[in-house]
Each structure stands twice: as structure tokens, then as C-alpha cells.
């Protein structure tokens, strides 16, 4: 489970062989040998014994702003693998390899976007020929992309090119199914200009914070992208592998207003936005867990949602040193 900290002045400690959280509405204790990673979403106390104890046992402390991205973490110093895979990484974003693995990854992404507006339009007759227009456009792109080859400093630009235009046929296509009061134009980011981008940018932001842990452990460096280019102090590796599992907010997010569980009580205005209060949060990051806590098929393998991006970058770092 993911311990979750969204009450400000909640106070975190080891207690025995468990997590002490203490705020002003409860009291209780989690032990952690349930916990897979702590996140902290607002301002607490934390102490070093409860640091050093989600050390011993791998547990991650993840901190997220308020728009939901992750500024920071505590993690054991160990590398999560020799450093024959960082080196393999380095030499395959100027190889074919990168170029393959990143074009890959995008083809999964839009793969993955058809499939939920098919899945969409399943149940709106009425909508039905504007969803299929959408998703011909995607599927043309798609097209386009398996096709496309050559290497990443001739087609990086090119690659990131198809996955805007499928990006924004997508979300228009969610965009005009949804209940009127909640339609938008676009994505809009730090800050949100409405509910849907809120909900989605904050739960992009968990879903960033499990990439970079699963990148660790499998021994990737976060740093080292191939689609996504090389920057200081920019995560430039986490930001390609998370195009992969992007689908799964994308699910969480649209069924929250297809059920119409979502209020406008969980937002705040912030100049020229909105921000994802501590109810919203609450409501999304059940959602989150909730569906990372299902299982899929994966490679032939029924599995936890959460597993697979562990096993997706054990399966890349196994790849690159093939």
C-alpha cells in the first residue's frame, strides 16, 4: 500500500515495527511490511527515526507540491543494479536502440488512447461517429509512426511532432463527451484552468513518483533520456518511460466524472487556475490506489496495475544489456 499524508501538521514516527501517524482528527498506526512507499502532500513532521526505519525496509518518501509534482525524495544510496545497465542506457540514446525504444513508447501511448476512446464510445451511440473521427485520426498517426525510421537526432523532433497532434485529437475527443460543466480546451498545466486538467496534472504526479522509484530500482538512471532531451537536474528518462502508463490516469480521471463523482468542492481558485484541494486529493488518490491495486494481464501474467511499471523497467534494463 502507499501511506498517503494529506493532512497539514500530520506528525510521522516509528513506532515498534510500525508508521505512528498523528494529526488532529485521528491517531493510528500502519505496519511496514504493508507499506510500499509514503507520500506527503501537504506540510508535516517527520522524524529521523521514521526515515531512517522507511530506509531499512525500501520504503520511499516521496513529496509532492501542490499542483502534485514530485520536488523531492528520500531513498536509500544504494544503485539498484551494476553499472553496466547506466552504461548500456548512455550508449543506447545514440544508438538504434534509443531510437526504437523511444518510438515504441509513443506507439504504446496513442495504442493506448484508441483504446479508451473505443472504449468510450462503446456506450454513447449518440457520439459515436465524431469518437470514430477522432480515433481515425489517431489511428493514421499511429500508422505514420510505426513507419517512421532513421535516428533520434533526425527524428526526435518528428516523433514528439505525431505524439502532440494524437495528444490533442485525444483530448478533445475526451472533451466533448463530458458533462457539460466539466468540458475544457486543451491541456493547461501549473496551475490547471479547470477540474479535468486539475485531477489529471496531480495524477500524473503520482504516477511520475512510481516511474522514478521503478527506474531505480531496476538500475536505470533517471536522468539519461532518449526522446526526452538532456537537461540539469531534469529526469529526462522518467519523462519518456512514463508515456507508457499515462492510460492508467487517463481510466482513473474520465471514470471519476463518468460517474459523477467528482465535486466542485475539490477545487480552490488560485490566480489564473485552480488547485486540487485536500478533498479532491483524497478522492483521486483512493481512485489512484484503487486501480493500481487491480490486476491485468501483463506478458502472460496476471498482475497488480502497480507491478507492471516495475516490470516494465526490469524488462528495458534486461534489453539494453542483452
Not at 33 to 42: A, E, Q, Y
Not at 72 to 84: E, I, Y
Not at 159 to 188: H, L, N, T, V
Request: proline letters at 2%; hydrophobic letters at 35%; aromatic letters at 10%.
Amino acid at each position: 500500500m502507499q501511506l498517503v499524508i494529506n493532512t497539514r501538521g500530520s506528525y510521522l514516527k516509528k513506532s515498534n515495527n510500525c508508521f505512528l501517524v498523528k494529526n488532529d482528527e485521528k491517531t493510528f498506526e500502519v505496519s511496514a511490511d504493508k507499506v510500499d512507499s509514503i507520500l506527503i502532500t501537504t506540510s508535516a513532521t517527520i522524524t529521523t527515526d521514521a526515515i531512517q526505519f522507511a530506509i531499512e525496509h525500501n520504503i520511499d518518501i516521496i513529496f509532492l507540491d501542490y499542483h502534485g509534482n514530485p520536488y523531492g525524495r528520500v531513498w536509500h544510496s544504494k544503485l539498484g543494479s551494476t553499472t553496466l545497465i547506466r552504461r548500456r542506457q548512455l550508449e543506447a540514446a545514440n544508438e538504434d536502440t534509443g531510437f526504437y525504444l523511444a518510438r515504441e513508447w509513443i506507439a504504446k501511448k496513442i495504442e493506448d488512447q484508441v483504446d479508451l476512446l473505443k472504449d468510450l464510445k462503446k456506450n454513447r451511440p449518440e457520439q459515436k461517429e465524431p469518437l470514430e473521427q477522432y480515433i481515425t485520426r489517431l489511428e493514421v498517426l499511429l500508422v505514420s509512426l510505426k513507419e517512421m525510421k532513421g535516428t533520434l537526432d533526425f527524428k526526435r523532433g518528428s516523433i514528439m511532432g505525431i505524439e502532440g497532434m494524437a495528444s490533442q485529437a485525444y483530448f478533445d475527443a475526451i472533451s466533448s463527451i463530458m458533462p457539460e460543466k466539466w468540458k475544457f480546451k486543451g491541456r493547461s498545466r501549473d496551475p490547471a484552468r479547470d477540474g479535468f486538467n486539475c485531477l489529471l496534472n496531480y495524477g500524473y504526479g503520482v504516477l511520475y513518483s512510481q516511474v522514478e522509484r521503478s527506474c531505480i530500482i531496476a538500475g536505470l538512471d533517471p536522468y539519461v533520456g532518449f526522446l526526452h532531451t538532456d537537461n540539469y537536474n531534469k529526469r529526462s528518462f522518467v519523462f519518456d518511460l512514463i508515456e507508457l502508463f499515462r492510460a492508467n490516469i487517463d481510466r482513473t480521471v474520465v471514470n471519476l466524472f463518468m460517474k459523477r463523482q467528482v465535486s466542485e468542492g475539490y477545487f480552490d481558485p488560485v490566480p489564473h487556475g485552480l488547485y486540487l484541494n485536500r478533498e479532491g486529493k483524497a478522492a483521486l488518490i483512493g481512485a489512484i490506489n484503487e486501480m493500481f491495486d487491480k490486476e491485468i494481464e501483463y506478458r502472460g501474467r496476471n498482475i497488480k496495475t502497480r507491478n507492471t511499471i516495475q516490470m516494465e523497467c526490469h524488462h528495458i534494463a534486461n534489453k539494453l544489456i542483452k
